[in-house]
């Protein structure tokens, strides 16, 4: 402490030393940032590791990439010549994704605007909770109800079997409705009021202004939120795959049955052994999400940049 | 005036779309609850399933549900919490700090069926575990890591820049200035956080499927002895959580009351979910005002 | 201003300010071309000065001037934001202490300071001052409970908050939490007391409370306060530097600036016709 003056010269006291160096301070850091390179460990071996794996189909077991990702044959155990292409349910993932984000774009930026411009004291005290819990409620449940209440729905007043990309996509959209409106909403709160009352001065209805001010002032951050949205639709797998059936073929219509990357997964990397050519097929799969996953990623990066102009 | 005529027209549409939401959630609410909560007994909660035959319970479910949750938080917390410490107090802006929030943002939007996969390829497979609790546990803190990573350097920035101020030109170092200063002001922001972290880590199954297992050896409830096979305490024994049983009923189907089982369990899921929510926003206001009161 | 009251022993101050000034003018701070940059901006320009010793150093000028910057820098808490940078010198006890290699937090113990806005922990009135000395090591229960008695005392605010001494510092008023501030730096035995702006949130009877503890505390410390109260200045300080945009235009005894200072800009400000 500062008594010390009297005795030690200001060297001794201030310049930094192992002697006067303060170890819990370093101690700390060291701590924290060892966490820190855990994380950066963490994804860079998720990365390799799965790419790694990955890749064997094409090399190890001589797979044709382009074939693998265009074919539309997938017949990896049946009779014949064992065939591997996994272009319908790449098919299938893509239509679940944007179809279901056609539908709650919509309906989320709607919920958004609700929140933000037309009742605010109503959004924050009924829908905010309403949407935390929707995030909540766990995937699998999801998938319970619409396999129980949807699919007979769907079977029994319209065409199919009721099982079907339709029903994925229904799901899917509730699924992340609540994703897009949370992040939505962010968005529409964090435009200025300033926007607002110059538009309302001018004479325009607050339509007009929701219409031709507000929302292309917060395109971007809206256009997050609904990529947002489809990399949840995307990567999910258990909900969709109680509902849309499970079939290799492309659908001829939304009611047909169908399959995406993550249910073929699902339902098959337990059953094949480690090390199997099909098996390999479905690490490649998984190789196949994460890349888009981290598309989805680059995204956001390029949405929120402009963002800041 | 067909401006006002559009106007009251988009109104309208708001306030639809708003009501579809409640009656959305509403619904789900009802329905989950009405067809499950009959289902719930003390005997359905205490009970072992059943693989083949009707009125099987979920008591292992449960039990493992609590326990990988538990696990899992063991381990993310304190990782978590110190990356979070990290960012908000160490990281210093530049390209290392750039490549660390890419790899944080990548691994939050990880999808959870390739957080397992992942965990089955290294857990499972590379350690020849099998199965296991601590290999879902592993698997979860994954994609829970980035969570609270976030919430713990939110509510650390959110601390008055001025109390960080006056301890560290105190003469004290920031380590000590963070374990005795921002850490207890930030603690409700970052409990809140960590249970909201537990509700979802209580419903995820995808990424447990093939990392703890679809299913539980007997088990011994009196047997404490976490090395023992059938401890319920054993972290390297497979574990079939509620999540997973849920998913598993219904596509393997092999129980014939199906329906009533998954309705049980689905409703002491989305209840579990549910207090874990009022949890959180509870306690974080509580010990938000124990700590600012000024008595 | 309710001071007038106080007025005698005022000048009676004065008057032994005036006689040490005469008498020891040893420096405690010298600052040589101080510069410090936030980003490409210079905040403060090639300053020179000598702070001196047992002495009230009071740094005033509109807000902007760079005259927090300059006293932040002296106990480095400008290193907390990362885009700033300071080049030239500060020599204190022979050392320049904006070396790369220096141990801030001894320094910080040495220099302490009090912030604009009163900022005691959420802890009780006690542990608020034992937090730091606990720190560095002093654990004995009876060394302590002396240090805070001390150290309260040396704050004036010993008899407001002995009964009380295990309640929340929250519970204090706006002036007696900012005493408390200066009751804990106190408590480190400092050799200089570093003020930024300490009365400004404050209303005028703590306000006046505050002026007439760090006439008090200049018998033991060096007390350098930044101000924007002008007449705060002329009352409890020595020496007077005029701050206008980061450069020190004016620097000299208190009394000179404020009735017969040498630059223009520097008696545009005092008076009033600008800032």
Redesign the interface.
């Known amino acids: 402490m500062a008594k010390a003056t009297v005795n030690t010269s200001a060297e001794d006291r201030l310049i930094l030393t192992n002697k006067n160096r303060?170890w819990?301070?370093v101690?700390?850091?060291s701590?924290?940032?060892?966490?820190?390179i855990?994380?950066?460990a963490?994804?860079?071996?998720?990365t390799v590791?799965?790419a790694q794996?990955g890749l064997q189909s094409f090399t190890v077991n001589n797979i044709n990439p382009i074939a693998y990702l265009t074919s539309t044959n997938w017949n990896p155990v049946g009779s014949g010549e064992a065939s591997y292409g996994i272009f319908p349910f790449i098919f299938g993932s893509l239509a679940v994704t944007f179809l279901s984000a056609l539908v709650a774009a919509p309906?989320g930026i709607?919920?958004a605007?609700?929140?933000s411009?037309?009742?605010p004291r109503?959004?924050k005290k009924?829908?905010q909770p309403?949407?935390?819990?929707?995030v909540?409620?766990?995937?699998?449940?999801y998938?319970?109800?619409g396999?129980?209440?949807l699919v007979p729905l769907v079977r029994d007043n319209l065409p199919g079997i009721g099982f079907s990309l339709f029903a994925g996509v229904v799901v899917l959209t509730?699924m992340i409705?609540p994703t897009v409106?949370t992040i939505a909403t962010d968005a529409m709160r964090s435009l200025p009021d300033s926007l607002r009352q110059g538009s309302m001065a001018l004479g325009a209805?607050?339509?007009?202004t929701?219409?031709k001010v507000l929302i292309p002032a917060a395109l971007p951050s809206l256009l997050t939120a609904i990529v947002l949205g489809m990399?949840r639709a995307?990567?999910?797998?258990?909900a969709v795959?109680?509902v849309i059936g499970n079939s290799r073929d492309i659908p001829e219509t939304i009611f047909d049955t169908s399959a995406t990357l993550?249910t073929i997964?699902?339902l098959n990397?337990?059953h094949t052994t480690?090390g199997s050519i099909e098996n390999n097929t479905l690490?490649s799969m998984?190789l196949i999400?994460?890349v888009i996953?981290?598309l989805?990623?680059f995204i956001?990066?390029y949405l929120s940049g402009r963002r800041k102009v | 005036m067909n401006?006002?005529i559009?106007?009251r027209i988009?109104?309208g549409?708001?306030?639809t779309?708003?009501a579809?939401?409640?009656a959305?959630?509403l619904y789900?609410?009802y329905?989950?609850l009405s067809n499950g909560v009959p289902q719930i007994s003390w005997d359905f909660l205490t009970s072992p399933s059943s693989a083949y035959q009707a009125g099987g319970g979920i008591r292992d479910q449960l039990f493992n549900s609590f326990y990988i949750l538990f696990i899992t938080m063991i381990i993310t917390v304190?990782?978590g919490v110190?990356?979070g410490?990290?960012?908000a107090?160490?990281?210093?802006?530049g390209k290392i700090t750039n490549?660390?929030r890419?790899?944080?943002?990548?691994?939050a939007?990880?999808?959870?069926?390739?957080?397992g996969?992942?965990g089955?390829?290294?857990f499972v497979?590379i350690t020849g575990w099998g199965y296991t609790i601590i290999g879902g546990a592993l698997a979860l803190t994954?994609f829970n890591?980035?969570v609270m990573?976030r919430v713990t350097e939110d509510a650390i920035n959110s601390v008055?820049k001025?109390?960080k101020?006056?301890?560290?030109?105190?003469?004290?170092?920031?380590?000590?200035t963070?374990?005795?200063?921002l850490l207890?002001?930030a603690f409700p922001g970052i409990l809140t956080g960590a249970i909201l972290a537990s509700?979802?880590v209580?419903?995820?199954?995808?990424a447990l499927?093939?990392t703890a297992g679809?299913s539980t050896p007997t088990l011994d409830y009196g047997n404490w002895n976490p090395l023992a096979e059938n401890s319920p305490l054993n972290i390297f024994r497979p574990a079939e959580t509620l999540?997973?049983h849920?998913?598993a009923v219904?596509?393997q189907g092999l129980i014939p009351d199906i329906?009533e089982v998954?309705n049980g369990a689905?409703a002491v899921?989305?209840i579990a979910?549910?207090v874990?929510?009022i949890l959180a926003r509870w306690l974080g206001s509580v010990i938000h005002k124990k700590?600012?009161?000024?008595? | 201003m309710n001071y007038t009251a106080d007025r005698p022993t005022e000048t009676e101050t004065e008057e032994t300010i005036l006689k040490k000034a005469a008498s020891h003018k040893e420096i405690v701070l010298d600052v040589k071309d101080l510069s410090i940059f936030y980003g490409s901006k210079e905040a403060v320009k090639r300053a020179n000065m000598g702070i001196e010793k047992n002495a009230v150093t009071a740094l005033i000028g509109p807000s902007g001037c760079g005259k927090s910057t300059f006293i932040r820098s002296i106990?480095r808490?400008n290193d907390?934001i990362?885009s700033s940078r300071a080049e030239g010198e500060i020599i204190y006890d022979g050392l320049n202490i904006l070396r790369k290699d220096i141990n801030v937090?001894?320094?910080?113990?040495?220099i302490?300071?009090v912030?604009q806005?009163p900022?005691?922990?959420?802890k009780s009135i006690y542990n608020n001052i034992t937090?730091?000395l606990k720190?560095?090591g002093q654990k004995d229960k009876q060394a302590l409970d002396q240090i805070v008695e001390e150290s309260l005392r040396k704050a004036a605010l010993w008899d407001e908050v002995k009964d009380r001494l295990h309640?929340?510092a929250?519970?204090l008023s706006g002036g007696q939490q900012q005493r408390l501030?200066i009751a804990?730096?106190l408590a480190?035995e400092p050799q200089i007391l570093l003020l930024d702006e300490p009365a400004s949130a404050l209303d005028p009877v703590s306000n006046a409370k505050i002026e007439e503890l760090i006439l008090q505390l200049k018998e033991d410390y060096s007390i350098v306060i930044v101000t924007h109260n002008m007449s705060q200045a002329s009352r409890v300080s020595d020496k007077t530097a005029f701050f206008f945009n980061g450069d020190i235009v004016e620097y000299d005894d208190t009394k000179k600036i404020f009735t017969n200072p040498s630059e223009t800009k520097t008696e545009e400000y005092i008076s009033g016709r600008f800032g």
């Not at chain 2, 107090?89 to 802006?93: I, N, R, S």
Request: aromatic share 12%.
């Open positions: 303060r819990d301070e101690r700390g850091r701590l924290v940032t060892i966490c820190a855990i994380m950066i963490a994804t860079i071996s998720v590791f799965l794996k309906l709607g919920a605007i609700f929140m411009e037309i009742s109503f959004g009924v829908l309403v949407i935390e819990l929707l909540g409620i766990p995937s699998v449940v998938g319970f109800i396999l129980v209440v509730v409705l409106t209805t607050r339509w007009q929701i219409r990399a995307f990567g999910e797998a258990l795959q109680m993550t997964v699902t990397i337990g480690y690490w998984g999400l994460l996953s981290f989805f990623i956001v990066r | 401006s006002r559009t106007d988009a109104t549409i708001f306030y779309i708003a579809i939401m409640v959305l959630l789900l609410f329905f989950i304190p990782l110190c990356g410490v990290y960012m107090e160490y990281a210093k802006p490549f660390i890419t790899c944080i943002e990548m691994l939007s990880l999808p959870s069926i390739v957080v996969l992942f089955l390829l290294i497979n994954i890591i980035p990573v008055p001025e109390l101020e006056a301890s560290l030109a105190l003469g004290i170092t920031r380590w000590h963070i374990k005795t200063v207890p002001y509700g979802r209580f419903g995820e199954a995808a499927l093939y679809l999540a997973v849920i998913w219904n596509t329906r998954a689905a899921l989305v979910v549910l874990f929510n700590l600012t009161a000024s008595k | 106990n808490m907390l990362p937090v001894a320094l910080r113990a040495e302490g300071m912030f806005k900022n005691p922990f959420p937090h730091a720190y560095n309640q929340s929250l519970s501030c804990r730096t480190m």
